[in-house]
């Protein structure tokens, strides 16, 4: 009798549970699509292609690989939230908030890779024309990756203390190292190649340990 009052109890909590997942993996999946845009945006528009200083490796290689992971993490966390019995174990809900919480994560590490490009060549950019329109654009994927962030933990119970002073140090680290790296490496077919696998160690390293600290293993949705 307990059990089954304990049955009918559960189902209106998972119920709630998987549309909260399904809301949030539209509202992922719209923030992939205005990542994406975004960075086609900077790289095509006339006003912006020729003052963006992070059109060449290792940026290039950073926003890359940032916008083709968000957007298929994106339909992964489509495809976990509405079929979890056809994905099996990686339906759980905890696979699902992972795969939505990396598309922002995505998104903010590579506006910091494009923050040191900006910093290294503001001659480029600052006070020219389409200058506002570039700043415009990434603030914006910057409040709303944020805002994204606060909606996906809001209703996460942690049974654990997160930890970011590892993520927050791996974060710097990348950081200082594209602030350090010698762009001239890129001239040569060698060093072009490490440079794109440079770029990619800078956006994978971190956002795989903010996840980890932000969602740790024994994590839950809240009633």
């Known amino acids: 009798m307990k059990f089954g009052l304990l049955i009918s109890q559960s189902l209106p909590i998972l119920q709630c549970m998987q549309i909260s997942l399904k809301r949030n993996s539209v509202l992922v999946s719209g923030l992939a699509i205005f990542f994406w845009w975004s960075f086609e945006f900077a790289k095509h528009d006339p006003s912006l292609r020729s003052i963006i200083p992070f059109g060449d490796d290792p ?113 710097l680290a990348t950081t200082v190292a594209l602030g350090l790296y010698p762009e001239r490496l890129i001239l040569e077919t060698p060093g072009h190649l490490f440079t794109v696998v440079f770029g990619a160690v800078c956006l994978f390293v971190p956002v795989s340990a903010l996840i980890q600290a932000a969602l740790p293993s024994k994590s839950e949705m809240a009633r």
């Open 59 to 171: 940026y290039d290689a950073v926003s890359s690989f940032g916008v083709i992971t968000a957007t298929l993490l994106a339909l992964v966390s489509l495809t976990r939230a509405f079929f979890p019995q056809g994905v099996g174990r990686s339906g759980r809900p905890i696979y699902v908030l992972r795969a939505q919480l990396a598309v922002p994560f995505c998104i903010l590490v590579t506006l910091a890779a494009e923050g040191i490009a900006m910093l290294r060549h503001t001659i480029l950019w600052v006070g020219a024309l389409g200058s506002r329109r570039l700043l415009v654009c990434l603030a914006a994927q910057a409040v709303l990756s944020l805002l994204m962030l606060r909606i996906l933990l809001k209703n996460v119970e942690v049974r654990e203390q997160r930890l970011f002073a590892r993520p927050a140090v791996l974060w």
